[in-house]
């Protein structure tokens, strides 16, 4: 009799501690095995400012805390790879500027974008002229330029429906291999202005004095069209979605939560990043401040994120930078 008592006691304890489990769901943990999380491939830039965003996610583990399984990131120093590989598959998630993934998008590549991270403010006209005050007295002068980016056609598409004026007809263009050279045109008196962007901006007016930013892409959008001119953001490949359907969620909002950190924690952000970026910490900080370097969240499940996307593509469209305007396949939700 008190041998049964016990059992039907233990029972009833067992029973107790059990209940809360299954009233959330959770009933059969025991004897069920946890799903295990499908691990992510993803890349950088080196040198270059995504180091900031993937270093610091890294060190504070935000992947995890999202229940994403990311490894570590695969360096690239050439851009035309860094892009390749991803479209051919060889990494996931993508860190690259929204225009350059619309592209591939229009012409076939399974992707989606999930979310912008920088504004256009990093994409600026350098000089050091005195007589150069605005765009119209670039009349007549060298500007240095990478011409075979994509932000240079997205510069080029915006002065022209924003202000009016075509780069190229006002100005000569002096091409150079990259945004770089531009400044260093500028610091060497060769080009009485440059297209380029941050840090490279930060970089040219911390070693030159004299140096001023003439004219910003992303200011001038948001002026006209009270809109952010996306220019970085997040891309992952379709493959990868269909093999986890929350991961948009989970990429959105890790790399919200970077941007947050990295804003409100800049000192410790661009020690994190260190040599990888291939900038001084200083320098970083300067491009980051100054808001030039903004990073700004606009995820793509928002109609403002879409809207600012479709609204810059219209001008690349006009422009014959992009054929067409993408649908709403492009977008990740």
């Not at 330029?145 to 056609?153: C, D, E, I, K, M």
Request: net charge positive; aromatic share 8%; glycine share 8%.
């Amino acid at each position: 009799m008190n041998g049964r008592a016990l059992s039907r006691r233990a029972l009833l304890r067992t029973a107790s501690a059990l209940a809360p489990a299954a009233i959330l769901g959770m009933g059969s943990w025991i004897s069920r095995p946890a799903r295990a999380q499908t691990p992510l491939k993803w890349a950088n830039l080196t040198p270059g400012f995504t180091t900031l965003l993937t270093d610091y996610i890294t060190a504070k583990q935000l992947g995890k805390a999202n229940g994403l399984a990311l490894g570590k990131p695969t360096s690239y120093t050439s851009v035309s790879t860094y892009y390749n590989d991803f479209v051919a598959g060889n990494y996931d998630v993508c860190i690259g500027s929204w225009d350059t993934f619309a592209s591939r998008y229009l012409a076939g590549v399974p992707l989606q974008y999930v979310c912008s991270v920088t504004t256009g403010n990093m994409i600026n006209i350098v000089t050091r002229e005195q007589a150069v005050r605005k765009l119209q007295d670039l009349q007549g002068k060298t500007l240095a330029a990478p011409q075979s980016t994509g932000t240079y056609r997205m510069m080029r598409a915006i002065m022209q429906e924003i202000d009016g004026i075509d780069l190229e007809k006002v100005a000569t263009v002096q091409n150079v291999d990259n945004p770089a050279a531009s400044v260093t045109l500028v610091m060497a008196n060769r080009a009485d202005a440059g297209l380029t962007w941050e840090p490279n901006v930060s970089m040219g007016l911390q070693r030159v004095p004299d140096m001023r930013v003439l004219y910003s892409a992303g200011v001038a959008f948001r002026r006209k069209l009270n809109l952010d001119l996306p220019y970085f953001g997040v891309a992952v490949r379709k493959d990868a979605i269909a093999r986890d359907p929350g991961l948009v969620e989970r990429l959105n909002r890790t790399f919200q939560q970077s941007i947050e950190g990295i804003m409100a924690h800049t000192d410790e952000a661009v020690k994190i990043a260190g040599a990888n970026s291939g900038t001084s910490s200083e320098v970083l900080k300067t491009a980051i401040e100054s808001r030039r370097m903004e990073f700004k969240h606009a995820s793509m499940q928002t109609e403002e994120g879409r809207r600012s996307i479709l609204v810059a593509n219209e001008f690349l469209q006009r422009s014959g930078a992009l054929p067409k305007i993408v649908d709403r396949g492009f977008f990740a939700s």
